[in-house]
C-alpha cells in the first residue's frame, strides 16, 4: 500500500510543503473525525454515566444506567433479539437474492444493462417512501399479498401488522433493496480469470462444483466485504420502525437504534439512552470483530498479498 | 480437427444457448417481480377508492385519474418539502464532494507525517455505526450551538470530509490514475493544487458523480436524523412530509399512493442521469477493498 510514510531525507524542504499542502487538504476531515466521531464516541459513554434528562443538569450516577437495562428495562432484552433476528434475516436473503441475480446477469444474455439497472432501482428510491408504499402490499384486506394467500386458499395475514409476520416481512423489503450488493458481485464475477473455468469444464466440472470450486472461492473477500457493509446496515435498522410501526405490534419491531431514539428523542432519558447506544456499539462491535476473526479461515487470496 | 471433437463443441456451443435462453427468461421473470411492487403502488395512485377495493384486484386502472395527484397535491406540499430537501442535499452534496475530493488526494498522493494513523482512524469511522454519535451530536447542535429546528446541523457534517467511504472511494481512483501524469505536471512547474484541478479533477470527475449520488441518497434515506433536528411542519423535507402525511390519512390508499409516486421521482432522476457512472464507481469500490 502507498499509505507508508517514507522518511523525509534530502528533499526535505520539497517535502515540507508537500505536507502543507496534505495538510490543508485534510483539515475537513481532522474536524470531522475529531468533532463528528471520536469525541462523540468518548462523549457517548460519558453521557452513560449520568442521568441527564435534558430539563435538569447531569448528575453522574456511574453504572445505574446500565444495571437498570439490563435488570429492570422492559424493552432492551426484545429489541436486541428483533434486531438480530431482523438482521440474519435480511443479510443471508439480501446475500443469496444479490449472488443469484449477479451470476444470472454474469452470463451473455440481451440487455444486460437495462436489466442491472432494473434490479439496481430500488435501492435509489427514498426509504420512507419504499416502506409507505409496501404496507399498502402488506394491507390486512386489500393489499396484494393478502389477493395472493386467498387466491392461493390460504388465511389472510396481516403481515406488519402481525407480531410475528413483522420482522420477516420487513425484511423481504430488505432484501428487495439490495441492488447495490447485486452491482458490486457483478464486478466481482467478471474479475473470475474465465480459464479457470474454461480448464474446469474440460476437466467435466458441472456447473455446481465450478460454482462450489471456482466461483466462490473466488469470490470470498467480495463476499466478505458485502457481507460486512450489510451486516453493519441491517443491524442498525431504523426507518421502517419509524415511518411504518412505531416499534409494533407489541415490541415485535423495536429495533435497538429504535428503541433509543425513543429513550433519547420522545423521553429525554439522554442518559439512559447513551447507556443503550453503547450497548448497541457493543453487539455490533462483536459481530464486526467475529466477522473478521473468522475472515482468515474462509477469505481465498489469490497469490496472498491481499492486504 | 476430428468429427468427435467438432461434435462436442457444436452440442456445447447447442447447450450454452440453450442455458443462456432459460437465464434469459428468468431474469425476464424475476426483473419483472422487482418491478412489480412499484407498478402496483402507481397503479393504485391512479384509481378510485372504489376501484382499489374490488375483488379481484385489477393489474391496470380503469380509467387513469391523474387528478388524483393534483388532490394530492392540494394537502401534500410536495414542492415544498422537495424544495426544502433540496436546500440540505444540494449544499451537502457540493461540499461533501469536494471534501471528500481533497482528503482523497492527500491520502492518494501527498506524502506527510502521520499519513498512516489518520488513515487509519479515517477507515476505522467507517466500521462505526453512524447511531452510535447520535445523542452526543445531537447535544453538541442543539445546546452547543444552538441549532434548533435547523437544517444545519444536517448539512454541516459534510463540510467535514463527506464521511470516510467517500473519501475511500475518491481515493480509489485517483490512485488508478498513472502517477506519470503528475509527475510531468511537476516538471512543467506545476504546484499540487494545480494538479489537484488540472490533472486529477477532469480524471476522477465519474467517481465525484458517484460521491454526489451517495451523498444525495443517504440524506434522502436519513429519516432518523430529520426527525429529531427538524420540528416545525413547513421545514419538512419529503421523508417527514410522507411519514407524517400517512399518519393523518391512514386509510385513503390512492392518495397516498400518489404521495408515494411523488416521492420516488427525484431519485429515478437522479439515477438516470448518473447511472452510468454510477455502476462504475460502485464498481471500483468492490474491486479495491
Known amino acids: 500500500m502507498e499509505s507508508v510514510n517514507k522518511p523525509p531525507g534530502r528533499r526535505s524542504r520539497f517535502y515540507s510543503s508537500e505536507a502543507r499542502v496534505a495538510y490543508i487538504c485534510l483539515i475537513p476531515a481532522f474536524l470531522g473525525l475529531i468533532f463528528l466521531t471520536y469525541l462523540p464516541l468518548v462523549g457517548v459513554l460519558g453521557i452513560s454515566l449520568t442521568n441527564w434528562t435534558g430539563l435538569k443538569s447531569p448528575e453522574f450516577v456511574g453504572f445505574d444506567n446500565y444495571v437498570q437495562l439490563f435488570t429492570a428495562d422492559p424493552y432492551l432484552m426484545d429489541s436486541i433479539l428483533a434486531t438480530i433476528y431482523f438482521a440474519v434475516l435480511s443479510v443471508v436473503g439480501s446475500m443469496i437474492y444479490s449472488l443469484f441475480i449477479a451470476m444470472l446477469l454474469n452470463r451473455k444474455i440481451p440487455a444486460r444493462g437495462f436489466f442491472r439497472a ?97 466461483t466462490v472461492p473466488c469470490m470470498t ?58 450497548i448497541i456499539f457493543a453487539i455490533l462491535a462483536v459481530f464486526t470483530a467475529v466477522l473478521f476473526k473468522t475472515s482468515h479461515r474462509w477469505i481465498f487470496n489469490e497469490g496472498g498479498d491481499d492486504k | 480437427m476430428s468429427v468427435a471433437a467438432y461434435g462436442r463443441l457444436r452440442s456445447k456451443k447447442r447447450r450454452d444457448f440453450t442455458t443462456n435462453l432459460i437465464t434469459f427468461a428468468v431474469v425476464v421473470l424475476l426483473a419483472a417481480l422487482v418491478l412489480f411492487p412499484i407498478w402496483w403502488i402507481f397503479r393504485t395512485s391512479l384509481m378510485t377508492n372504489a376501484e382499489i377495493y374490488k375483488y379481484p384486484p385489477s393489474l391496470l386502472p380503469q380509467n387513469w385519474l391523474f387528478s388524483n395527484y393534483e388532490k394530492t397535491l392540494e394537502v ?4 415544498k418539502y422537495l424544495w426544502n430537501t433540496m436546500i440540505i442535499i444540494v449544499p451537502s452534496c457540493l461540499a461533501g464532494t469536494f471534501t471528500a475530493t481533497l482528503c482523497g488526494y492527500a491520502f492518494a498522493r501527498l506524502r506527510f507525517r502521520g499519513k498512516s494513523l489518520i488513515w487509519v482512524l479515517c477507515i476505522g469511522s467507517m466500521l462505526l455505526p453512524t447511531m452510535v454519535t447520535l445523542i452526543p451530536l445531537y447535544i453538541g447542535w442543539t445546546r452547543g450551538l444552538g441549532l434548533q429546528d435547523s437544517y444545519l446541523p444536517l448539512i454541516l457534517p459534510y463540510f467535514c470530509g463527506g464521511g470516510a ?46 460521491v454526489a449520488l451517495f451523498i444525495f441518497i443517504g440524506l434522502w434515506n436519513d429519516l432518523l436524523q430529520q ?42 432522476i437522479f439515477y438516470l442521469i448518473g447511472q452510468r457512472y454510477f455502476v462504475e464507481g460502485i464498481t471500483l469500490t468492490g474491486l479495491k477493498n
Not at chain 2, 76 to 79: D, G, L, M, R, V
Request: glycine fraction near 6%; aromatic fraction near 16%.
Open chain 2, 76 to 79: 401534500f406540499k410536495f414542492w
Open chain 2, 165 to 210: 467511504f467517500n473519501i475511500f472511494l475518491i481515493r480509489q481512483f485517483i490512485l488508478s490514475i498513472p502517477r506519470e501524469l503528475d509527475q510531468a505536471a511537476t516538471i512543467d512547474g506545476a504546484g499540487y493544487f494545480r494538479i489537484l484541478f488540472g490533472i486529477i479533477i477532469p480524471a476522477i470527475k465519474s467517481a465525484m458523480i458517484v
Open chain 2, 227 to 268: 426527525m429529531i433536528y427538524i420540528n416545525s411542519s413547513d421545514k419538512y423535507t419529503i421523508a417527514l412530509g410522507l411519514t407524517n402525511f400517512r399518519g393523518q390519512l391512514k386509510s385513503d390508499w390512492s392518495l397516498t399512493m400518489a404521495a408515494t409516486c411523488l416521492s420516488f421521482a427525484p431519485g429515478v
Open chain 1, 221 to 278: 473477500p467480495i463476499i466478505f466485504y458485502n457481507l460486512l457493509m450489510s451486516l453493519i446496515a441491517n443491524l442498525q435498522v431504523v426507518t421502517p420502525a419509524l415511518s411504518l410501526t412505531n416499534g409494533g405490534p407489541g415490541n415485535s419491531s423495536r429495533f435497538m437504534t429504535y428503541l433509543m431514539y425513543d429513550q433519547a428523542f420522545v423521553n429525554y432519558k439522554l442518559g439512559y439512552a447513551s447507556a443503550t447506544t453503547f
Open chain 1, 118 to 214: 432494473v434490479f439496481y432501482v430500488p435501492y435509489v428510491l427514498p426509504a420512507v417512501a419504499i416502506y409507505v408504499g409496501w404496507s399498502w402490499l402488506y394491507e390486512a384486506n386489500f393489499g396484494f399479498f393478502n389477493f395472493l394467500l386467498s387466491e392461493a386458499g390460504l388465511r389472510k395475514v396481516l403481515f406488519i401488522a402481525d407480531s410475528s409476520y413483522v420482522v420477516p416481512s420487513l425484511s423481504l423489503i430488505s432484501v428487495w433493496l439490495a441492488g447495490n450488493l447485486i452491482v458490486i458481485f457483478l464486478a466481482g464475477l467478471q474479475n473470475v480469470p474465465s480459464v479457470y473455468h474454461e480448464a474446469a469444464e474440460m476437466d467435466g466440472a458441472n456447473g455446481w462444483n465450478r460454482f462450489r470450486h471456482i
